[in-house]
């Protein structure tokens, strides 16, 4: 089986091309996100593996092992409504939404960032899963972002 990840071009250049398909009325299917928000949430996200944006870990050793695997390698989509960091959430503690088309750029930015081979995840820590392998990070990338363009029909 192959697995989806943001370090293959063509999958890359995939998810940009949906997310310039996401428009600022654009509606959840699901939780309480604006499109707005949602951009702001994912390049948060990013900016937490780059290590812009310190979390604390909050993920045990059944979080770190068992449960990321499952997460990262089974072919299940991820649970709708799970709780996000407080960090990450555009209404407590996340990036507030700006001009949409701006926040839209900065999110395919570090999307083409986050894929490009050679990048450090080094100092990176996944509040949940904690330390990941640059495959472990590109496959959490993709699924993460594809999650969220589901969300919103992209």
């Known amino acids: 089986m192959i697995f989806k990840t943001l370090s293959v071009p063509n999958v890359r250049i995939s998810v940009v091309e949906r997310i310039k398909t996401v428009r600022p009325d654009s509606r959840a299917l699901w939780g309480k996100m604006t499109a707005s928000q949602m951009l702001c949430h994912l ?6 593996a780059f290590g812009d944006i310190p979390l604390a870990l909050v993920g045990s050793l059944l979080h770190q092992t068992v449960l990321m695997s499952v997460a990262l390698w089974v072919p299940v989509p991820w649970p709708k409504n799970y709780q996000t960091r407080p960090e990450m959430d555009q209404l407590i ?5 700006g001009e949409f088309a701006a926040d839209r750029k ?10 490009r081979p050679g990048f450090d995840f080094t100092p990176s820590l996944h509040p949940i899963f904690g330390k990941m392998s ?5 496959r959490w990338g993709y699924l993460h972002v594809d999650h969220h363009l589901r969300q919103f029909g992209a």
């Open 134 to 138: 640059p495959a472990e990070w590109r």
């Open 93 to 97: 503690g996340g990036t507030p939404p």
């Open 43 to 48: 390049s948060d996200s990013f900016g937490c």
């Open 106 to 115: 900065h999110l395919v930015q570090r999307v083409e960032k986050f894929g």
